[in-house]
């Protein structure tokens, strides 16, 4: 079992900044990826970004330049620094994180959420 608390949202003008981190707790295995997903309403959910335990970093395509995703596996945290925010960023944005406690299982969890809105 793995806890994830998320925490940085809030409300921003369109051009500012906010970095969102996600603290990882109550597993004894290796957290292999964690990632950051976003939905905004009426939206299915998208990926982010994604940071592997060797620090490998995916990024969609609307965020690239502009995100930039960290890790810091020592202490199970992820970060999403955020800037040149657009009003398109508005979502709620969720951690997720992948666990393979042994060979053919993977376990995900998710964060409860915590809510970006960029203003125009």
């Known amino acids: 079992q793995v806890h994830l608390v998320e925490s940085g949202g809030g409300l921003v003008q369109a051009g500012g900044s906010l970095r969102l981190s996600c603290a990882a707790s109550?597993?004894?295995?290796?957290?292999?990826?964690m990632a950051w997903y976003r939905q905004a309403p009426g939206k299915e959910r998208e990926l982010v970004a994604a940071?592997?335990?060797?620090?490998?970093?995916d990024y969609a395509d609307s965020v690239k330049g502009r995100f930039t995703i960290s890790r810091d596996n020592a202490k199970n945290t992820v970060f999403l620094q955020m800037d040149s925010l657009k009003p398109e960023d508005t979502a709620v944005y969720y951690c997720?994180?992948?666990?393979?406690?042994?060979?053919?299982?993977?376990?995900?969890?998710w964060g409860q959420g915590t809510q970006v809105t960029v203003s125009s």
């Open positions: 997720n994180a992948w666990v393979s406690p042994k060979a053919g299982i993977q376990i995900t969890y």
């Open positions: 940071i592997t335990s060797g620090d490998s970093t």
């Open positions: 109550g597993s004894s295995f290796t957290i292999n990826r």
